[in-house]
């Protein structure tokens, strides 16, 4: 790794140093965490051991993201269509979600982080539902890192509801249709108020964006590291942000 984003890592900083090399961040990095049942196969372990490790990768990750001052981070961690994976598999995501806020939520909320579940709670069990509203709740006011964990999320589910909120609207004449405009549904995702992902990351090599934050990725620009979830790390991190920095991003123009 070379430039800036080694001294800031090096020192683990609250920030880089100069206002140039803060721009060459992205405001916004999405994470795909993907590859935590390869890795338990190739380890000879169960698929929920596989998760406990892709959690242990997923503190260093947030931890690693407050201390470059990156202001938004997204992450995938359970998605509409994984409720069709065995019981046993869902009940240790499930479980991995309650250990994760019990044990992370007074150093993420004295860091200053604010919490936000994309995603529909309803369908989730009681215990975890409560859990993940108190964490939002607890946090709400902070005003530093914005992290955003998606669970039982869909990004067509997430279009969909936008679009019934906006028909509401038009529906009781707050708003004419032809007032709708991109900011008017953007105001309608779980995302509001945030900047767009300007840098999705995928890991285990798979090169989907499986129903990931649709709207928000328009203009993203992706980087799909072979490494598996468990096994990625704070230097393959900075090593993809490093080459994020040297993207030339046009947004449709020369
Ligand atoms: C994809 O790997 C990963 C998931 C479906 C779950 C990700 C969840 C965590 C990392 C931890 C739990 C979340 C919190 C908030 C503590 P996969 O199982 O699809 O991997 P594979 O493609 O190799 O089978």
């Avoid at 509401?168 to 900011?183: D, F, M, P, S």
């Avoid at 230097?235 to 040297?246: I, M, P, R, T």
Wanted: aromatic content about 8%; overall charge negative; charged content about 25%.
């Amino acid at each position: 790794m070379k430039g800036w984003l080694k001294i800031a890592s090096r020192t683990l900083q609250k920030a880089p140093r100069t206002a140039d090399e803060f721009d060459k961040l992205p405001k916004h990095v999405a994470i795909i965490m993907d590859g935590n049942g390869r890795w338990a196969q190739k380890h000879k372990l169960s698929v929920s051991k596989g998760h406990r490790q892709g959690t242990e990768t997923l503190r260093e990750i947030i931890r690693h993201t407050d201390d470059l001052g990156i202001g938004s981070l997204s992450l995938y961690a359970f998605s509409t269509e994984n409720w069709n994976r065995s019981e046993e598999e869902v009940s240790a995501l499930m479980q991995l979600m309650l250990d994760f806020f019990h044990s992370e939520i007074d150093e993420l909320d004295a860091k200053n982080v604010r919490i936000l579940i994309l995603g529909d709670k309803g369908r989730l069990p009681e215990k975890q539902r409560e859990t993940l509203l108190e964490a939002e709740r607890r946090t709400g006011s902070n005003t530093g890192l914005r992290l955003n964990i998606a669970i039982n999320y869909g990004g067509r589910a997430e279009l969909v509801k936008a679009v019934q909120e906006i028909a509401t609207l038009v529906k009781n004449g707050t708003i004419t249709a032809g007032e709708i405009t991109e900011e008017t549904v953007a105001n309608h995702l779980y995302t509001a108020g945030q900047p767009d992902v300007d840098f999705l990351i995928r890991t285990s090599g798979e090169q989907r964006l499986s129903n990931f934050l649709l709207y928000q990725c328009a203009y993203a620009e992706f980087a799909f590291p072979e490494t598996l979830w468990p096994d990625f790390t704070v230097h393959d991190y900075d090593q993809a942000l490093e080459a994020f920095s040297h993207r030339q991003r046009r947004f449709g123009g020369r």
